[in-house]
T-cell receptor, first 115, second 118 residues
Framework: ETGVTQTPRHLVMGMTNKKSLKCEQH?????MYWYKQSAKKPLELMFV???????ENNSVPSRFSPECPNSSHLFLHLHTLQPEDSALYLC??????????????FGNGTRLTVT | AQKVTQAQTEISVVEKEDVTLDCVYE???????LFWYKQPPSGELVFLIR??????QNEISGRYSWNFQKSTSSFNFTITASQVVDSAVYFC???????????????FGKGTHLIIQP
């Protein structure tokens, strides 16, 4: 069983819907990440949280809104998405302050389809 | 700026053949870390190896081996006697200290889809 759990595994939503992706890590890590994986593109870092504070926001549109209530949980709130937002959204965690040399631990991802 | 190039989009080999996945990276920093991850059809990325910029010693782990060449900025991955279970997408990734030091994530290549045919 992976130490990083993402729900739901699959999500289909209309452009006017509001939904949330959830990530939970059981590894005692202090840093959590959202990545977007689109077809034929490199994984794109979206957000980074370290000790529940956002430390990175890579020019992500405001229709994506992250939330990190504690070091074990990370959410990605979605609203008024576009079809091009359809992708696999991966959550990852690592020990704080050492992600540059520590491997990231990834969840299974949420496959999002925007219709 | 960091960049990771995996020129091979897809490789298909027959089981038991050896296969090498290429990775070329760019960074201006002298201290950096290189990673390989495997992404099976289930979706999660599985960590395979980490190598720091000061350690050019090649590594072997079972059927997997990695060749780190700073002179050519390459970190290639070889699977010997490939098996069907090796079929996956493999990602090379780079992290350097100057780009953030702390929790700033990794720069990934586009991945190589490896297909091992029985």
């Amino acid at each position: 069983e992976t130490g990083v759990t993402q729900t739901p595994r699959h999500l289909v939503m209309g452009m006017t819907n509001k939904k949330s992706l959830k990530c939970e890590q059981h590894l005692g890590h202090n840093a959590m990440y959202w990545y977007k994986q689109s077809a034929k593109k490199p994984l794109e870092l979206m957000f980074v949280y370290s000790l529940e504070e956002r430390v990175e926001n890579n020019s992500v549109p405001s229709r994506f809104s992250p939330e990190c209530p504690n070091s074990s949980h990370l959410f990605l709130h979605l609203h008024t998405l576009q079809p091009e937002d359809s992708a696999l959204y991966l959550c990852a965690s690592s020990p704080r302050g050492s992600s540059y040399n520590s491997p990231l631990h990834f969840g299974n991802g949420t496959r999002l389809t925007v219709t | 700026a960091q960049k990771v190039t995996q020129a091979q989009t897809e490789i298909s080999v027959v089981e038991k053949e050896d296969v090498t996945l290429d990775c070329v990276y760019e960074t201006r920093d002298t201290t950096y870390y290189l990673f390989w991850y495997k992404q099976p059809p289930s979706g999660e990325l599985v960590f395979l190896i980490r190598r720091n910029s000061f350690d050019e010693q090649n590594e072997i782990s079972g059927r997997y081996s990695w060749n780190f060449q700073k002179s050519t900025s390459s970190f290639n991955f070889t699977i010997t006697a490939s098996q069907v279970v090796d079929s996956a997408v493999y990602f090379c990734a780079l992290s350097d200290v100057k780009s953030g030091g702390g929790a700033d994530g990794l720069t990934f290549g586009k991945g190589t889809h490896l297909i091992i045919q029985p």
